[in-house]
């Protein structure tokens, strides 16, 4: 009799078996897989740090800027009161000509004004970055520094002999001071400007070699050398 060989079926114990094996072996994989990810994903606290970082420095950017325009504006109203200042004042006059015949009463109340009308352009300044607050700490100081320097002088005119001679050395140092000061927030200001791909903003006051304040570069202006 000829026998007839028949394939052997998985019997049901060893199919459910098989089955969970496999289940585990899915399980093990998709586990494992889902470590990788977690472990690799971006962190969510360090996209925020990111987006947080690109947004300060597009709002210093514009702060820049707007810096610089407000250093511009400051500028212009300040050179006819440095200007004055250095008729008025002994110390630093350049034509041999000093004292309060040179200007006026109403001269020294318009220096006065300009003066109050700069320091208030620094008023209530933004937050920003260190290196723009810095700037812009140097300006405000720069212009405080003048206001002192213009009230000084008024107060000397009101003086006689010695008391007039010591208020009268104090403005002139203030006003040096001043321009020193200025000269820091400008340079500053100029180092920001080309860091922000504006290129160099030379947003300084006029001065003399013998006052040693700082000078600007010789870059042209708007140009992007560091």
């Known amino acids: 009799m000829t026998t007839i060989s028949r394939s052997r079926q998985p019997t049901p114990v060893r199919r459910a078996s098989r089955d969970r094996v496999l289940a585990l072996l899915a399980a093990f994989a998709l586990g494992a897989g889902g470590a990788v990810f977690w472990m690799t994903r971006p962190d969510s606290i360090e996209q925020m740090a990111d987006r947080l970082r690109a947004e300060s420095a597009l709002r ?13 504006t400051t500028r212009d109203q300040l050179i006819p009161v440095l200007d004055g200042l250095t008729r008025a004042l002994p110390a630093v006059s350049t034509d041999g000509v000093a004292g309060p015949g040179v200007v006026s009463v109403d001269d020294v109340a318009g220096w006065q004004k300009a003066a109050d009308a700069a320091v208030e352009g620094f008023a209530d300044p933004p937050s920003g970055e260190t290196g723009t607050n810095v700037a812009r700490s140097g300006l405000a100081s720069a212009v405080r520094q003048v206001a002192t320097a213009v009230d000084l002088y008024a107060a000397a005119r009101t003086m006689t002999g010695s008391a007039r001679t010591a208020v009268t ?43 040693g304040a700082l000078t600007p570069d010789t870059e042209p202006e708007g140009s992007h050398h560091p």
Do not use: M
């Open 169 to 211: 050395d104090l403005a002139v140092r203030q006003r040096a001071d001043a321009l020193f000061a200025w000269s820091v927030g400008a340079t500053a200001l100029d180092a920001l400007n080309v860091e922000a791909g504006y290129g160099h903003q030379h947003v300084f006051l006029p001065t003399t070699p013998g006052e």
């Open 60 to 72: 210093d950017k514009a702060q820049i800027r707007a810096l610089t325009e407000v250093a511009r």
